[in-house]
């Protein structure tokens, strides 16, 4: 269900852009702060990139819609006896956006963003990586919050959290005879993020 509506959403934003003579389009890539709310997680550094259109609705409102590719994740350091154990998850990502500038130069900005999961990850510090993509849930939503400093009329930088309410986690953990170690069933992502962005001139 959820995955119909995410792709129903997507095709309907492709069709209905080219309708607003206004609609600036752009691309956008920097830096995740991002973690998974469980007991003794720390914040990781991780990325993401994507592109995004900007469509006045009024004097100062606008909407802004976007594809991201994002990483997110955690790390709990010393789970097994001293190595670190990180969760990586990379998603596609769409923030649907209601802004309003403020000034010149600033601008802020509110709304949901639907998330695809489409790799996982579980690394155990000089032990590898194990990906198995199912130790994670498919779906994430959350809610988006940021401000936009307009450097000139093509560059911006963004700062942006953005605040999960989905539980994305899914892992048990066993030993070699099976015996069942525990696991995570819950957690959800809550990622800083700070972004670049290029805005192509409008011709029309």
């Known amino acids: 269900m959820m995955q119909r509506i995410f792709y129903t959403m997507l095709f309907g934003l492709a069709f209905i852009m080219p309708a607003f003579a206004q609609a600036s389009f752009g691309v956008k890539g920097g830096l995740n702060l991002a973690s998974i709310n469980i007991d003794n997680s720390k914040m990781i550094w991780t990325w993401h990139a994507g592109a ?8 100062k409102v606008f909407f802004q819609p976007e594809i991201l590719i994002s990483r997110k994740g955690t ?28 000034g010149e130069h600033f601008s802020f ?7 695809y999961r489409l790799a996982g990850e579980l690394e155990i510090e000089d032990q590898g990586s194990n990906t ?12 988006d919050a ?23 986690m899914q892992i048990k953990f066993v030993d ?12 959800k992502n809550r990622v800083l993020q700070l972004s670049l962005s290029y805005t192509f001139e409008n011709e029309k």
């Not at 995004?52 to 004097?59: D, K, L, M, Q, T």
């Not at 789970?79 to 998850?89: A, C, E, K």
């Not at 900005?109 to 998330?115: A, K, V, W």
Request: charged fraction near 20%; hydrophobic fraction near 35%; aromatic fraction near 18%.
């Open 52 to 59: 995004f259109s900007h469509v006045p609705i009024g004097r």
């Open 75 to 102: 790390s709990l350091p010393d789970f097994f006896y001293t190595s670190d154990l990180q969760f990586n998850i990379v998603y596609l990502s769409m923030p649907l956006l209601m802004g309003v500038e403020a």
């Open 109 to 115: 900005h509110l709304g949901p963003e639907l998330s």
């Open 132 to 143: 198995d993509k199912e130790y994670y849930k498919d779906w994430d939503f959350g809610l």
């Open 146 to 168: 940021g401000i936009t400093y307009q450097m000139t009329r093509s560059f911006g930088l963004t700062l942006r959290y953005c605040f999960g309410f989905t539980d994305v």
């Open 176 to 187: 070699e005879n099976g015996q069942d170690l525990g696991g995570f069933n819950e957690g």
